[in-house]
């Protein structure tokens, strides 16, 4: 079935912390074993006709219809080939993700001109968003959309420039029909790679602004 309550949260980013070994919070991105292994593609120069949508949407949540969201695949947002594996290794010593995330992050925070697009589920209590990630091509109990996938988008109106963090489980399976299942001839997102090399990371999290007492890592306002 479709995503439920999926929509674009419009914000502002306002703070950073990095923490260990915390799986409460709406994106989780620590890898906890083979069927959950996640891949990321970080987009440093995004060029996608959907960022046209974006502009000039107000701060807040916006309901998007099934279709009208993200998709990996068939908008063509991520060359697959480039993505990167997150082996699970819980004694290895790389952040990995993080290393590559937080300076997009912290850099998105220190500036006074940024607006955060974060693509996914709402909480029913409207408090946060989860399911930050691919929502389509999963085996098994899973909801999935057609244009509902998850990620986050960043604006520096000061040069007009797009930053982007995708994210994926291993297992997906690209090409998807039209309800977001794997058709016959789906691969899975890792046969899909180019030789990666295997990493152990930290987790980050994504919460509004209400939730800062909860530990959140990424803190985000969509007051004006």
Do not use: C
């Amino acid at each position: 079935m479709p995503i439920p309550h999926y929509g674009v949260w419009v914000a502002t980013p306002t703070a950073l912390t990095i923490e260990r070994d915390d799986f409460s919070a709406a994106i989780n991105v620590k890898s906890i074993g083979l069927d959950s292994r996640l891949i990321y593609w970080l987009v440093n120069n995004l060029q996608n006709d959907f960022i046209n949508s974006l502009r000039g949407l107000e701060r807040g949540f916006h309901p998007l219809g099934a279709g009208n969201g993200l998709d990996y695949d068939r908008s063509h947002l991520v060359d697959f080939a480039e993505g990167t594996l997150l082996e699970y290794h819980a004694l290895w010593p790389d952040n990995g993700i993080i290393d590559q995330v937080a300076p997009i992050l912290q850099r998105a925070i220190e500036s006074d001109n940024v607006t955060v697009y974060i693509f996914g589920s709402q909480f029913p209590h409207g408090d946060g968003i989860h399911d930050i990630h691919m929502n389509q091509g999963s085996l098994g109990q899973f909801d999935h959309g057609v244009g509902q996938d998850g990620g986050i988008v960043f604006h520096y109106h000061d040069n007009d420039r797009w930053e982007a963090i995708f994210l994926a489980f291993a297992s997906q399976k690209i090409p998807t029909d039209e309800n977001g299942l794997p058709r016959d001839d789906a691969r899975e997102l890792v046969t899909l790679l180019s030789p990666q090399t295997a990493r152990a990371f930290d987790s980050f999290h994504i919460h509004s602004s209400s939730l800062s007492e909860r530990k959140a890592d990424v803190s985000v306002s969509d007051s004006k």
